[in-house]
């Protein structure tokens, strides 16, 4: 048995002369800018299992599906002197953390000296689901959110599976393009999880006066054709037809490809709290993948799923892995996200408890009026003594001062887990034969030897 540490805690810069980043979203394109403001002359490669450049993944529910966006409006702005070598269409299936390399799903091999984990989450699919039809949708990517704008034009009556953040921009922008929309939810009100009852209450009520047909405290058990479309039978014995069905009922970590390599994904990559992947060495992860405890708030390692939150890992993560000449500070962040749906500016910061374990104050801004949401509202979150979370509904300058305050309050730690296990090992795996290789976009490919392994970059 070891405490988790070692040579981690010692302060002093790695001598890594290349670096690999699996992923290529809002995580790992941040880890990637942060190596190299941080001094780091070695190689960067980018390895992302989609076609195109890095996108903001939240316009996807955003601007594109009304059209108010176009594909190339949702890229990522990435600095082009950065000498990142990007390679695009390649998924990571397996990692061998004692011979440092990442086997891609091209057969080519990686090597890596520090590598940072970033391959975010997969859509989850309601089960029995068909796949692959006409209709039929799951909002994750450029490639779904544009598939499903082109659905929608065609759409008289939309139904949207899951009551989440996604869930609910999806339904605003089917609104907005005056279509019918259905919204489905096994909770009895709207993005509970994320704003908390009080504001997920308020925000309902408007999302219903919206015009939007609320089936909520109802869950999905089977999905059937009819002449237009389909027919979403729920568990009461009701039924919904829809011309397109949309599921947004949640996600999973992408973490298969990291079977048998001695790392704890069982919800997500466990790290400590400098985001450091615990089991193997020189890896550390950011994004939705990582499960770590922020100090901030509980020692208790945990995912968060958000844009903000995926741009303050990843440079967190490149500072950990680069191990500056003084230690590394945890990566405590404030969650913080923003959604403008329905005519409401939607803004949390901090974390939002759902256990009732918080004391509440809830400050309307304009008491007279009954539109609680839409006349503006601010819930706080607090314990002992400190403000550890604010929701604001149409209440922005509020908001703002007050998530000033919080952002700039220095933090009260507290203790981190004793991360205790047992040294793993990889599981055994057969020789991986690299198959031949092309010329990569933008010169020629350096073969390494690593034993058993032809690296490619």
Not at 87 to 95: C, G, I, S, T, Y
Not at 391 to 409: C, E, I, K, S, Y
Request: aromatic residues 6%; hydrophobic residues 40%.
């Amino acid at each position: 048995m070891a405490r988790f540490g070692g040579s981690w805690d010692t302060g002093q810069r790695r001598n890594l002369r290349r670096v690999l980043v699996v992923g290529g979203g809002r995580a790992g394109v941040a880890a990637a800018e942060e190596l190299r403001r941080r001094g780091f002359g070695g190689e960067i490669v980018v390895m992302c299992d989609e076609p195109d450049a890095p996108y903001d993944r939240p316009s996807c529910s955003k601007g594109v599906l009304t059209g108010h966006k176009r594909l190339r409006d949702a890229r990522m702005p990435v600095q082009d002197d950065l000498a990142i070598h990007w390679e695009m269409d390649r998924r990571a299936v397996q990692l061998d953390p004692v011979e440092r390399v990442v086997v891609a799903d091209t057969e080519e091999v990686y090597r890596y000296d520090g590598l940072v984990i970033a391959t975010g989450a997969r859509p989850i699919w309601p089960e029995g689901w068909p796949g692959g039809e006409p209709g039929l949708h799951a909002l994750h990517g450029l490639t779904d959110a544009w598939q499903l704008r082109r659905s929608l034009r065609r759409a008289r009556r939309v139904a949207v599976l899951g009551g989440g953040l996604t869930g609910c921009e999806v339904a605003g922008a089917v609104r907005a393009m005056a279509r019918d929309c259905v919204l489905i939810d096994s909770k009895q009100q709207l993005m509970s999880q994320g704003l908390g009852e009080v504001a997920s209450r308020y925000v309902t009520e408007e999302v219903a006066r919206d015009g939007v047909q609320l089936r909520l405290g109802r869950r999905f058990r089977r999905l059937d054709r009819n002449r237009r479309g389909w027919v979403l039978v729920l568990d009461d014995g009701s039924e919904v037809a829809a011309d397109v069905v949309v599921a947004t009922i949640g996600e999973r970590p992408d973490t298969r490809w990291l079977a048998g390599a001695g790392v704890d994904v069982t919800d997500g990559v466990l790290c400590d709290e400098h985001l450091r992947v615990l089991g193997v060495e020189d890896v550390v992860a950011a994004g939705t993948v990582a499960r770590w405890p922020n100090l901030r708030y509980s020692p208790r390692p945990r995912r968060v799923g958000q844009w903000i939150a995926a741009l303050e890992q990843g440079r967190a993560a490149a500072a950990s892995l680069l191990r500056s000449d003084h230690p590394s500070r945890p990566a405590a962040l404030v969650p913080r996200f923003w959604s403008e749906q329905f005519g409401l500016r939607i803004q949390v910061c901090g974390e939002v408890p759902t256990d009732g374990s918080a004391e509440l104050t809830v400050s309307r801004q304009r008491p007279g009026r009954r539109d609680t949401a839409r006349a503006g509202v601010l819930v706080g979150y607090h314990r002992g003594g400190e403000q550890i979370g604010l929701v604001g509904v149409n209440a922005v300058r509020a908001f703002t001062t007050t998530a000033r305050m919080m952002l700039a309050a220095p933090p009260r730690l507290v203790e981190p887990p004793e991360f205790v296990f047992e040294q793993p090992r990889p599981a055994p795996h057969a020789p991986v034969s690299p198959a031949p290789v092309s010329p990569p976009r933008g010169g020629p490919r350096e073969r390494f030897s690593t034993g058993q392994y032809a690296a490619v970059r």
